[in-house]
């Protein structure tokens, strides 16, 4: 059974940096595209940044260029998202994703495996 299991959400204050965590298991990852994903109340998700196999290829949102930086250890199987420069706007659940098929994807539909999220709250 595959598993993404986030960590390292919390409440910060503006200005402040959060490092996420997502575990994978049940399989490895190694060979496959990576990402984090967020939403809001009454949003859809989208896009934040992610990763290909390989950690050469990534993506960010525009809104997030520059503060965000996402990394992987694949003898670890896992994926980080380090937020740095937290505003507002970033509060959001946080969502780590896993392609089956896809070594470097930005899209969403092209990603398989989720995790059960993880709530970033930045207050002003």
């Known amino acids: 059974q595959v598993q993404?299991?986030?960590?390292?959400?919390?409440?910060?204050?503006?200005?402040?940096?959060l490092r996420l965590s997502c575990a994978a298991s049940g399989r490895t990852f190694s060979s496959s595209a990576m990402g984090w994903f967020r939403q809001t109340p009454g949003k859809?998700?989208?896009?934040?940044?992610t990763i290909s196999?390989?950690?050469?290829?990534?993506?960010y949102a525009d809104s997030v260029k520059g503060r965000?930086?996402?990394?992987?250890?694949?003898?670890?199987?896992t994926v980080y998202l380090q937020m740095n420069s937290l505003?507002?706007?970033d509060t959001a659940v946080y969502y780590c994703a896993a392609s089956r098929s896809?070594?470097?994807t930005r899209y969403e539909g092209n990603f398989?495996?989720?995790?059960?999220?993880?709530?970033?709250?930045?207050?002003s």
């Open 4 to 17: 993404l299991v986030e960590s390292g959400g919390g409440l910060v204050q503006a200005g402040d940096s």
């Open 44 to 49: 859809e998700r989208e896009f934040v940044a």
């Open 53 to 59: 196999w390989s950690g050469i290829r990534i993506y």
């Open 68 to 77: 965000f930086t996402i990394s992987r250890d694949n003898t670890k199987n």
């Open 87 to 89: 505003k507002p706007e």
């Open 102 to 104: 896809f070594s470097d």
């Open 112 to 123: 398989d495996y989720w995790g059960q999220g993880t709530q970033v709250t930045v207050s």
